[in-house]
């Protein structure tokens, strides 16, 4: 918020002082009636005085400051007005009288309240109907006695006395009842379970400003109702001071409490003056409990009023110049405080006036339903803020995950070009150690023919000649397979290459027997190592065309658990080996057509054997296959 205040904090400002001249006058909520008459004055008899004389004093009567010179017992003496006894059931309503007594008609017993024991039980704050039996009344003259016993260190006396018929009395006892008895305990109820509440929170949110509305809370739903016991208790003395000093902790956890939301983030200053604060009043309690001075326990009061009242300043001041709406209220229930309690210190410790209740016990639900007001202000505003860290997380989500898709598209179209590449590459490398080679053997026999003109060509230069030039066409067509986009299985690339390669060894009176699994014919792998493994076999049987003089060749194909056997068997002659070179198998070899066998093996990671077999000489390539890939591979 900013600018000027607007009308509602204005509103929110003047309210205290509306608040204050409505709450400033003592007086009951009783109203005449016609019927029922008020008692007044009373002949008083104090059996502890050493000259125990009756004399009239005015009612209400307290004895906040004369009862430590008393025993704590007296007598109120009335005559009863026979016009308040003619009309219906006669009864008596006592708004305070404490802390036991007894009410006798015409010196008979009519009731008796509470034990004469010490500690006494309190019965001094909740109203009281008697009803008086027409059986003990007189036609005039009817005496009423309320005996009464107090305690030192309790509010002890009595208040205005009302006589007439019970229809017309019980209506002013029950608006007293339901202002003394059942709201304490519905304001001790209410700040229990808003207490509860405030601790949930603090533990969910982390927050300490709702644990200390918590404990002023529980302390005050302690102090409502902790001197309405009916029966002593086991440590008297004890309950009676932090009865005393229990005002004071509630007040400063409330003033901790509106520190930290006015503050969340930032450092208070308050500590170290509530400190002082809770330490003058431990000593002001004390003092009170121990030397039984009435007067410090007004001084009490108003040290709590004066910091009551200072805090109201505070936050005002806030509200006005942060403009803000948490600080008012906050603001407007401290003053609403300052001025319940300035009544209830006027009341009770300037006029005595025993026949009031007080109201401060009120106080706590102006601010229970800030605090309700706080929470879904906070829950609002915490739910906007996770709002936008969604909204902003989203954006930048959305943004990496543009990032991210632009630095896939660039490596993606690396990875492209780098493939394209690397295609280019094995393409060259290939024709040139395949189709390069054998077209430069095919050059050397043409110009070793051409260099004999005069002479015919020898039948074996020229089948030679031709042989290698059926090579460089496997060869090329080998080459332009391996650019094929479709995927092939290992089958089928054999079954082409026997194809084209079988004609050759038709020619040269090599029969070709193809031994081929039927569960290896789907068998995948990689283009490069089908092409590898084509120019392997392309390789032996180029050997035994050339060298091997043999009759027939057996190509077979098999596939076993984690392995490939692909093997070339032919009934020749070995191939020639260069003296000092060894085969897989032990076998020398010194040719560079074997030697580019064995690397082609180790690029397949796999293991390429040359040695005699039972029924001829054999070419065998073992691949490593796993389970999985098995699986993935057959078509």
């Not at 009783?30 to 008020?38: D, I, P, S």
């Not at 006798?104 to 017993?109: A, D, V």
């Not at 179209?413 to 150690?433: C, F, G, N, P």
């Not at 005069?454 to 060869?475: F, G, K, M, N, S």
Request: charged fraction near 20%; charge should be neutral.
């Amino acid at each position: 918020m900013s600018g000027r205040p607007g009308a509602w904090m204005r509103a929110l400002l003047l309210l205290p002082l509306l608040l204050l001249l409505g709450l400033w006058l003592p007086g009951g909520i009783a109203a005449a009636h016609a019927a029922a008459v008020r008692l007044d004055a009373a002949l008083l008899t104090d059996h502890t005085a050493p000259d125990p004389r009756p004399r009239e004093v005015a009612l209400p009567d307290s004895w906040e400051f004369s009862a430590p010179g008393r025993d704590g017992r007296a007598s109120y003496r009335f005559a009863l007005p026979d016009e308040a006894l003619r009309e219906g059931q006669p009864v008596l309503f006592l708004r305070r009288v404490g802390n036991v007594f007894r009410v006798r008609l015409n010196g008979q017993p009519v009731l008796e309240v509470g034990r004469e024991l010490r500690p006494l039980p309190n019965y001094g704050q909740e109203p009281h109907l008697v009803r008086l039996p027409r059986a003990l009344l007189e036609a005039s003259g009817n005496e009423l006695v309320i005996d009464v016993i107090g305690e030192p260190r309790r509010e002890a006396g009595l208040s205005r006395v009302w006589v007439g018929p019970e229809h017309e009395v019980r209506p002013m006892f029950e608006r007293a009842e339901n202002l003394q008895v059942l709201g304490g305990w519905v304001v001790s109820a209410v700040c229990a379970t808003i207490a509860v509440v405030a601790v949930l929170v603090a533990l969910r949110t982390r927050q300490p400003a709702y644990g200390w509305f918590a404990a002023a809370n529980l302390i005050w739903a302690w102090r409502v109702t902790a001197l309405s016991a009916h029966e002593p208790v086991t440590w008297p003395g004890l309950q009676v001071w932090f009865f005393q000093l229990s005002y004071s902790l509630f007040v400063a956890s409330l003033m901790m409490f509106c520190a930290r939301m006015m503050r969340p983030e930032g450092r208070t200053h308050i500590g170290r003056p509530m400190l002082i604060f809770v330490a003058l009043s431990v000593l002001l309690a004390s003092g009170n409990w121990w030397l039984n001075l009435p007067l410090l326990r007004t001084l009490l009061l108003l040290l709590i009023l004066g910091v009551v009242s200072a805090c109201t300043l505070v936050l005002a001041r806030i509200a006005w110049r942060e403009r803000s709406l948490s600080a008012a209220l906050l603001s407007v229930c401290a003053a609403t405080a300052v001025a319940v309690g300035a009544r209830d210190w006027v009341v009770f410790r300037l006029l005595h006036d025993y026949d009031a209740y007080t109201w401060a016990r009120f106080v706590t639900l102006p601010l229970v339903a800030v605090l309700t007001w706080l929470l879904v202000a906070d829950y609002a505003r915490i739910l906007q803020q996770l709002r936008e860290l969604a909204r902003t997380q989203q954006a930048t989500i959305e943004a990496k995950e543009r990032e991210l898709q632009q630095a896939f598209e660039l490596r993606r179209d690396h990875e492209r070009r780098q493939a394209a590449l690397d295609e280019r590459d094995r393409i060259l490398r290939e024709m040139h150690d395949g189709l390069g080679g054998r077209l430069v053997g095919a050059i050397a026999l043409a110009r070793h023919l051409d260099a004999q003109p005069a002479a015919p060509p020898a039948p074996q230069l020229v089948a030679e000649l031709r042989h290698t030039l059926d090579d460089c066409l496997i060869e090329l067509r080998l080459a332009l397979d391996s650019l094929e986009v479709d995927e092939r299985s290992l089958g089928e690339a054999l079954a082409e290459m026997r194809f084209r390669v079988e004609p050759s060894l038709r020619a040269a009176g090599v029969r070709l027997v193809w031994d081929v699994d039927d569960g290896a014919m789907d068998l995948s792998l990689p283009g490069a190592d089908t092409l590898h493994v084509l120019r392997i076999v392309r390789e032996a049987l180029t050997n035994v065309i050339k060298h091997a003089g043999a009759t027939m060749v057996r190509l077979s194909l098999k596939c076993s658990p984690g392995q490939v056997e692909l093997q070339v068997l032919d009934n020749g002659a070995p191939p020639p080996l260069a003296p000092g070179a060894e085969s897989a198998s032990g076998m020398p070899s010194g040719r560079r057509g074997l030697a580019s066998m064995q690397l082609r093996a180790q690029s397949l990671g796999g293991r390429l054997t040359l040695g005699p077999q039972p029924l001829g000489w054999a070419v065998t390539l073992q691949l490593p296959l796993a389970q999985g890939d098995a699986q993935q591979r057959a078509a």
